[in-house]
């Protein structure tokens, strides 16, 4: 059975690539091109399609399913109603499946289980990625901010730290907007 | 006092969707005891798919998506129903500049006249199948759309076949200017503002607004889940009632200048607010030396009663989905296709306008499709 991967974040298609050879998939066609999709498509006449909401290209995949020239083989456009389930967890997820018609519910449901796991880990990455950087981004903010009162106030480094906190504290904002205020009244004052 | 409902709408960036940004920045949702969040989406399959699984209340929807899905011919099968109409016409068909010039001097007459530019266009196909050249390329939003159905119903007038003598490709309305600019499409039929945009740029001409084709064609709905629609009827009373109200508001010229600013936002449509405020004007330049061609009917949000669904004007669709082989005929699929504009809510909410029914130009009965469909040279018929 062969599955196109239509997607053009290159981490999250190989992510889902993956856990697709994993579940025992093993003919896969990753494309990231989205000039002439259909013809792509057409030529590679696969037997699942998968594409993530975030693509353009979605709409264009649709007109597959018109009847006309282009149209090599039927394709069902759903899975089939009592499998409302899965297709929900698919879209949250954000991942769509185009089925041809002929394929084993079974193997659809598993490749629908796969995308919605792959698919999560991915923006779990993601996310924790993001929040790792501001991590870092605000332990910078601090660093600097403490520097900026150390020197303006002749204070020690766990001293300048305290300041701050207390400042926040008593105006009920995060350590980090303190810092920032700092950063900025810093160079206002320069 | 209801409890204040959230509710979760999708949108596409186009004009069209004026009401909504209205209603909901001019806190007329919030009067109607409604909190709505307006979501950008990138696709017409997205909105359709979010509202089927109930990531949204209700989305910006092309009309003919929402028979499309009552008719079980989309992916889904979820039943989706139209209590409110958000806009009529508002499309146009645009080509490449190179494209025009062919077409001017195939022209037999002013190719300002439907008739006249699509004879050109027939000549100018032919004349490439003779060269063995490729077919000419038409972009449309999606395969249920008026903007499908408006540019094979104008290829058709001329005697081409749109399944055979064009290739007519689908793509999302942002998209339509940058594949006119690759030479991808040399043409498109694309709701505003992408048009004006194409022309701004310098890329396209204007050949037709949509109304000089269909004088009142149903466009946009508001569409809902069917169930979510029978079980919750005072949201969608509310929603008429704010979304009458901010069609009015946008209809009137002294808004003109607020309103297309709030529709210039990034997050809304995101494209210069002079182009927004011409399309609402109903003046839209052509790109044919300082030519601009001013029709009332260009785009109609609420005027004359365009918030009211009518039932025939659904049943004009699904004639529109039979003659391109869309859809099988049946009467219970015609009644189906009925049953998804639900005049029904908007009645009881308003008094309708008094010459709010569907008019059609060209005329049409839909209670013989039948005849309809005889009358065209080109596309299915149905027996009977």
Same mark, same amino acid.
């Given at each position: 059975?062969?599955?196109?991967?239509?997607?053009?974040? !290159?981490?999250?298609?190989?992510?889902?690539?993956?856990?697709?050879?994993?579940?025992?998939?093993?003919?896969?066609?990753?494309?990231?091109?989205?000039?002439?999709?259909?013809?792509?498509?057409?030529?590679?006449? !696969?037997?699942?399609?998968?594409?993530?909401?975030?693509? !353009?290209?979605?709409? *264009?995949?649709?007109?597959?399913?018109?009847?006309?020239?282009?149209?090599?083989? !039927?394709?069902?456009?759903?899975?089939?109603?009592?499998?409302?389930?899965?297709?929900?967890?698919?879209?949250?997820?954000?991942?769509?499946?185009?089925?041809?018609?002929?394929?084993?519910?079974?193997?659809?449901?598993?490749?629908?289980?796969?995308?919605?796991?792959?698919?999560?880990?991915?923006?779990?990455? *993601?996310?924790?990625?993001?929040?790792?950087?501001?991590?870092?981004?605000?332990?910078?903010? @601090?660093?600097?901010?403490?520097?900026?009162?150390?020197?303006?106030?002749? @204070?020690?480094?766990?001293?300048?730290?305290?300041?701050?906190? *207390?400042?926040?504290?008593?105006?009920?904002?995060?350590?980090?907007?303190?810092?920032?205020?700092?950063? *900025?009244?810093?160079?206002?004052?320069? | 006092?209801?409890?204040?409902?959230?509710?979760?709408?999708?949108?596409?960036?186009?004009?069209?969707?004026?009401?909504?940004?209205?209603?909901?920045?001019?806190?007329?949702?919030?009067?109607?005891?409604? &909190?709505?969040?307006?979501?950008?989406?990138?696709?017409?399959?997205?909105?359709?798919?979010?509202?089927?699984?109930?990531?949204?209340?209700?989305?910006?929807?092309?009309?003919?998506?929402?028979?499309?899905?009552?008719?079980?011919?989309?992916?889904? &099968?979820?039943?989706?129903?139209?209590?409110?109409?958000?806009?009529?016409?508002?499309?146009?068909?645009?080509?490449?500049?190179?494209?025009?010039?062919?077409?001017?001097?195939?022209?037999?007459?002013?190719?300002?006249?439907?008739?006249?530019?699509?004879?050109?266009?027939?000549?100018?196909?032919?004349?490439?199948?003779?060269?063995?050249? %490729?077919?000419?390329?038409?972009?449309?939003?999606?395969?249920?759309?008026?903007?499908?159905?408006?540019?094979?119903?104008? $290829?058709?007038?001329?005697?081409?076949?749109?399944? +055979?003598?064009?290739?007519?490709?689908?793509?999302?309305?942002?998209?339509?200017?940058?594949?006119?600019?690759?030479?991808?499409?040399?043409?498109?039929?694309?709701?505003?503002?992408?048009?004006?945009?194409?022309?701004? %740029?310098?890329?396209?001409?204007?050949?037709?607004?949509?109304?000089? $084709?269909?004088?009142?064609?149903?466009?946009?709905?508001?569409?809902?889940? %069917?169930?979510?629609? +029978?079980?919750?009827?005072?949201?969608?009373?509310?929603?008429?009632?704010?979304?009458?109200?901010?069609?009015?508001?946008?209809?009137?010229?002294?808004?003109?200048?607020?309103?297309?600013?709030?529709?210039?936002?990034?997050?809304?449509?995101?494209?210069?607010?002079?182009? $927004?405020?011409?399309?609402?004007?109903? %003046?839209?330049?052509?790109?044919?030396?300082?030519?601009?061609?001013?029709?009332?009917?260009?785009?109609? $949000?609420? +005027?004359?009663?365009?918030?009211?669904?009518?039932?025939?004007?659904?049943?004009?669709?699904?004639?529109?989905?039979?003659?391109?082989?869309?859809?099988?005929?049946?009467?219970?699929?015609?009644? +189906?296709?009925?049953?998804?504009?639900? #005049?029904?809510?908007?009645?009881?909410?308003?008094?309708?306008?008094?010459?709010?029914?569907?008019?059609?130009? #060209?005329?049409?009965?839909?209670?013989?499709?039948?005849?309809?469909?005889?009358?065209?040279?080109?596309?299915?018929?149905?027996?009977?």
């Amino acid at each position: 059975m062969k599955i196109v991967v239509v997607d053009q974040n !290159p981490i999250r298609a190989a992510i889902l690539e993956q856990g697709l050879r994993d579940a025992g998939f093993s003919d896969i066609l990753h494309i990231d091109e989205m000039r002439n999709l259909l013809r792509r498509i057409y030529a590679a006449d !696969p037997d699942v399609i998968l594409i993530d909401l975030e693509n !353009p290209s979605r709409d *264009t995949l649709e007109q597959m399913f018109q009847v006309s020239r282009a149209v090599r083989r !039927p394709v069902a456009m759903f899975v089939d109603k009592s499998d409302a389930d899965s297709i929900r967890a698919s879209v949250e997820a954000g991942v769509s499946a185009y089925i041809v018609d002929g394929l084993r519910k079974d193997r659809i449901k598993s490749i629908l289980e796969v995308c919605v796991s792959r698919f999560d880990a991915f923006s779990r990455l *993601t996310s924790e990625l993001h929040s790792a950087k501001s991590e870092l981004e605000e332990r910078k903010i @601090l660093d600097r901010a403490k520097g900026l009162l150390m020197k303006a106030k002749n @204070l020690r480094e766990d001293e300048a730290y305290r300041m701050m906190r *207390t400042a926040a504290m008593r105006e009920n904002k995060k350590i980090v907007d303190v810092a920032r205020s700092i950063i *900025t009244a810093a160079e206002l004052l320069k | 006092m209801n409890m204040r409902r959230s509710l979760k709408i999708g949108f596409i960036p186009l004009v069209d969707a004026a009401a909504l940004f209205v209603a909901a920045d001019k806190g007329f949702f919030a009067e109607q005891g409604l &909190d709505v969040t307006l979501v950008r989406e990138i696709s017409w399959a997205n909105l359709r798919d979010k509202l089927a699984v109930g990531l949204y209340d209700a989305a910006h929807l092309l009309a003919p998506m929402a028979i499309a899905a009552k008719l079980g011919l989309d992916r889904l &099968d979820v039943p989706l129903a139209a209590p409110v109409s958000l806009a009529m016409n508002g499309n146009a068909i645009t080509v490449s500049r190179a494209l025009h010039a062919e077409l001017l001097a195939a022209a037999d007459g002013d190719i300002s006249r439907p008739a006249v530019s699509a004879g050109a266009l027939a000549k100018v196909a032919r004349k490439r199948q003779r060269a063995g050249r %490729e077919q000419l390329t038409f972009g449309v939003t999606f395969p249920f759309s008026m903007h499908n159905y408006l540019l094979r119903y104008w $290829i058709a007038q001329a005697g081409l076949d749109p399944d +055979a003598d064009l290739r007519l490709v689908v793509l999302p309305p942002p998209y339509m200017v940058e594949n006119l600019e690759q030479g991808k499409v040399d043409g498109f039929c694309v709701g505003a503002p992408w048009s004006s945009v194409a022309v701004a %740029e310098g890329l396209g001409v204007i050949l037709h607004m949509s109304c000089e $084709i269909f004088a009142r064609a149903p466009e946009k709905v508001l569409a809902l889940r %069917e169930d979510a629609l +029978a079980d919750d009827p005072s949201t969608a009373t509310a929603l008429i009632h704010a979304l009458v109200r901010a069609a009015a508001y946008v209809d009137d010229a002294e808004n003109r200048a607020e309103v297309s600013a709030m529709l210039a936002r990034p997050g809304r449509v995101g494209v210069a607010q002079d182009i $927004i405020a011409a399309t609402l004007r109903g %003046e839209l330049e052509t790109g044919v030396d300082e030519n601009s061609r001013v029709d009332r009917r260009c785009l109609i $949000i609420g +005027a004359g009663g365009a918030c009211r669904p009518d039932p025939r004007q659904a049943a004009w669709i699904y004639a529109h989905m039979l003659r391109w082989g869309q859809a099988p005929y049946s009467t219970r699929l015609l009644d +189906a296709a009925r049953s998804v504009f639900k #005049p029904d809510y908007y009645n009881a909410a308003l008094t309708p306008a008094p010459g709010a029914a569907a008019a059609f130009e #060209p005329a049409f009965d839909d209670n013989d499709i039948g005849a309809y469909l005889r009358g065209f040279a080109i596309g299915q018929k149905i027996a009977g």
